[in-house]
């Protein structure tokens, strides 16, 4: 279901993104020790929400801290998913090619539409 996978994403991207967030924050001339016990405070402070089924929004939490130096929609913008998906493109390339060549005949023109 895409509305529920967008769903956690948007929840959960600011906690694997928060390595750029202190980046991005620290160009924009913040501290970085700061910037990181800022992150911190804030990821700790959500992941007790959450695990007392509370609501949370840790892009909220950072841009409220003054010293994090970056807006919701500042934050917001540096959240992009394909960011942070790692090798996991060039992994399934080279695992339906694998699958291509052990398909072979009549079977290969199926397996080709695998590679979405």
Known sequence: NEKIVAKLVSDYLPFIATENLMMAAVK???DRQQIHEIIREASMDATA???NGEPWDLVAALAAVPAFGMTAEEIRAELQPE??????AEQV??????????TGGA????AEELAL
């Open 93 to 102: 390339a080279a695992f339906v090619k694998k699958c291509r060549v052990l």
């Open 28 to 30: 924009r001339g913040g």
């Open 107 to 110: 079977a290969r023109e199926a």
């Open 49 to 51: 929400r959450m695990k």
């Open 83 to 88: 960011r942070y998906t790692g090798r996991s």
